[in-house]
């Protein structure tokens, strides 16, 4: 599983956060988080590769340059409040899926709420195994623990709420257009910029655990060239850069929104919302995968199950499950 970020890093980053741009003395920064001088020089030196502005050495102490836009739990705390999603946040430098990881903790007892978050991650997956670009500090890479009180057949319309959840955050922070592609996949003008990818483990009538793995592209200078026609990033379409923390807490507030939304009023609560959001919803032309001949259709609204309801060129209605859409233009 790799290692997951040593707390005292986070403590670290807090003491210089809390100093603001003061010079901190690197003996004081070791007897405080409880480390030799040496290991302060060696996280410093790890923190300024992520692209954390730290100005001196340890012969003169350390200073912040500007908050630094990293995804530690301590960061994170002070804007998230008592949320119950993220009230656990286990945070990577490097690891090779956070699915995989919130998996794993699940197995082991990880309870509901816990949040695994990287700065990049070597093994990213996607939908249909397909991998997912991980830039180091550029992105956004999270997945969420949920133990939901809810029967298998609730998967796919928690997993839009998951998408509602996530274009309500990014809008919300950016303030740009955010579409919905069927089933959660986020654009701007057309091109991707946020994917999520569910993975469970249930009993015969109950959902077990369900990790949502949350992939944000935020500060991208440029995707790589076999992306580059269908995703983007924030930075791209918005031409600045933005707080990949404002973002994920954000993200996570949204997330513990619509999911109590769910639990309270049902599954037509979200597909309201998540038509409303989405211009996939109605009168869009688009082609089908579903494994089989791509086909081209028409979507006619969503069921309250989450199947995305299409009607073939030959009249036929049917309800999509699963699969991959793209719109015709
Ligand atoms: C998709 O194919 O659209 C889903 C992409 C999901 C990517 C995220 S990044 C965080 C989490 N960890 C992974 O390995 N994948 C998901």
Redesign the pocket.
């Known amino acids: 599983m790799g290692a997951a970020t040593d707390r005292r890093i986070d403590k670290l980053i807090h003491l210089l956060v809390a100093n603001g741009t003061v010079v901190v003395p690197g003996p004081k920064i070791a007897t405080e988080i409880g480390v030799t001088r040496k290991t302060v020089w060696e996280w410093i030196e790890k923190l300024r590769a992520l692209g954390v502005e730290i100005k001196g050495h340890h012969a003169t102490g350390y200073q912040l340059q500007s908050i630094p836009d990293v995804l530690t739990p301590s960061l994170l705390r002070t804007d998230l409040g008592g949320v119950e999603i993220g009230h656990k946040i286990v945070h990577y430098f490097q690891a090779d899926?956070?699915?995989?990881i919130a998996m794993e903790l699940a197995a082991e007892g990880a309870a509901h709420g816990t949040v695994v978050v990287a700065e990049e991650?070597t093994?990213?997956?996607?939908?249909?195994g397909?991998t997912?670009y991980?830039e180091k500090s550029t992105g956004i890479?999270?997945?969420i623990v949920l133990r939901p009180p809810l029967p298998p057949s609730a998967a796919p319309i928690l997993t839009l709420a998951a998408g509602v959840a996530a274009q309500a955050a990014v809008s919300g922070a950016t303030g740009l257009a955010v579409d919905i592609r069927w089933p959660n996949?986020l654009l701007v003008n057309g091109k991707?910029i946020c994917?999520?990818?569910t993975e469970m483990s249930a009993e015969l009538d109950r959902l077990h655990t369900v990790v949502l793995?949350?992939?944000v592209n935020v500060n991208h200078r440029q995707m790589p060239p076999e992306l580059a026609e269908i995703a983007t990033s924030l930075r791209m379409e918005g031409r600045r850069v933005y707080p990949r923390s404002k973002i994920l807490v954000a993200m996570l507030k949204e997330v513990e929104k619509h999911y109590r939304l769910l639990l309270a009023e049902g599954n037509g609560a979200i597909a309201t919302r998540w038509e409303a959001a989405s211009s996939f919803a109605r009168g869009k032309r688009l082609t089908v995968r579903t494994g089989s001949e791509p086909f081209a259709a028409t979507t006619a609204g969503l069921d309250r199950s989450g199947a995305l309801r299409i009607r073939r060129d030959d009249g036929r209605e049917e309800m999509l499950v699963s699969g991959e859409v793209s719109e015709v233009k």
């Open positions: 899926s956070t699915n995989s991650q093994g990213g997956r996607g939908r249909f397909r997912w991980s890479y999270a997945s996949d991707k994917g999520i990818l793995g949350i992939g």
